[in-house]
C-alpha cells in the first residue's frame, strides 16, 4: 500500500511559480509511473504531466514550456515545478502513482492552486 501526501500548494499571483512536492510512504516508488493531474471546478479532472521511472516525461499541451516534473528515488518523491502560472491554471492538483506491471494506482488528497491577482 502506497501513500502519497502533496504539499506546496497557495495562492499565487500570474506570472508567478510554485512548487508541488508529492511525498510517498509505505513502499518504495521507483518504479511507479508518477503522474499529476488536476481538477478545477465544474471540469473533470485532467493529466498535467507524468514522469516514468526512467525519467521518460509527458506534458500537457497547455503547460508545456511552463511546468517541469521531476522525482528523486532516493527521496521517494516527486515535485511539478510551475512557471509562468495562468488564472486558469487554478485547480486542486493531485498526485498519481502507477504500478504498470500490477496495475496498482494511488492518489493523494489533492492541494490547491489558486492563480489569481
Known amino acids: 500500500q502506497v501513500q502519497l501526501v502533496e504539499f506546496g500548494g497557495g495562492l499565487v499571483q500570474p506570472g508567478g511559480s510554485l512548487r508541488l512536492s508529492c511525498a510517498a510512504s509505505g513502499s518504495t516508488i521507483s518504479i511507479y509511473v508518477m503522474g499529476w493531474y488536476r481538477q478545477a471546478p465544474g471540469k473533470q479532472r485532467e493529466l498535467v504531466a507524468t514522469i516514468t521511472s526512467g525519467g521518460i516525461t509527458n506534458y500537457a499541451d497547455s503547460v508545456v514550456g511552463r511546468f517541469t516534473i521531476s522525482r528523486d528515488n532516493a527521496k521517494n518523491t516527486g515535485y511539478l515545478q510551475m512557471n509562468s502560472l495562468k488564472p486558469e491554471d487554478t485547480a486542486v492538483y493531485y498526485c498519481?502513482?502507477?504500478?504498470?506491471?500490477?496495475?496498482?494506482?494511488?492518489w493523494g488528497q489533492g492541494t490547491q492552486v489558486t492563480v489569481s491577482s
Open positions: 498519481n502513482a502507477v504500478h504498470m506491471g500490477l496495475k496498482l494506482f494511488y
